[in-house]
């Protein structure tokens, strides 16, 4: 087993155990999603309240374990295994993180869910930039369009610019926690334009390519 997937496994059962400890004291409906303004505006029961993420963590697990197995270029995918196994623990700490607070909101403790959550996908967006820019090209992991994985050199020019991009939404995310009142719109929008810019500039290198 390597190192993160060990690390990996002991936040899911700290996970686990933290459901099982805390059981008795959740009220039947928990708080399980929180509005743009960081008010409650969805319940669910206290067993999935407690459990959802966990067992989603598992999944989750499961199938980044599974890729680099069964991806027909997987040994690209080893060229690039540790960004990767750091961005599956990113992941897994990421849903833990938002699990506590989930658990510290039904205990009592108020905060706003809003400015919280910012910082956390910041984080993860600029590992993504990171991860994104070291990617050989695969079949799973990183920017793939039918121009992408047609062209290594596409493949890598558009991923040198898409990490580079997703390193600055994932700054610009993190700048949510001190603009409470836009934090949604700073971590999604970022994100949401990387993304389409990056599948249009495939298409063009693509195209300057066959040319």
């Keep these: ?117 910012a910082p956390a996908m910041g984080v993860l967006f600029y590992y993504c930039g990171i991860l994104i820019k070291n990617t050989k090209r695969n079949w799973f992991i990183g920017i793939r369009t039918p121009w992408t994985l047609s062209s290594e050199k596409v493949w890598d020019k558009t991923h040198q610019i898409g990490g580079k991009l997703f390193k600055i939404a994932g700054i610009i995310a993190l700048s949510g926690a001190f603009f409470q009142k836009y934090a949604l719109f700073l971590v999604l929008a970022p994100v949401i334009s990387v993304s389409i810019y990056t599948i249009v500039y495939s298409y063009f290198e693509y195209q300057k390519e066959i040319k």
């Design 1 to 117: 087993m390597r190192k993160t997937e060990k690390i990996i496994l002991g936040i899911i059962v700290l996970s686990f155990a933290i459901g099982i400890f805390l059981y008795p004291q959740m009220p039947d409906q928990m708080a399980s999603h929180w509005d743009d303004r960081g008010q409650v505006d969805d319940y669910m029961s206290k067993f999935w309240g407690l459990f959802l993420l966990p067992f989603t963590s598992v999944f989750l697990c499961l199938l980044f374990v599974s890729i680099p197995k069964i991806d027909p270029l997987k040994v690209n995918i080893e060229k690039f295994r540790d960004y990767y196994d750091g961005f599956v623990a990113f992941m897994i700490i990421f849903l833990f993180y938002i699990y506590l607070l989930t658990v510290l909101w039904n205990v009592g403790i108020r905060f706003n869910m809003s400015r919280l959550l």
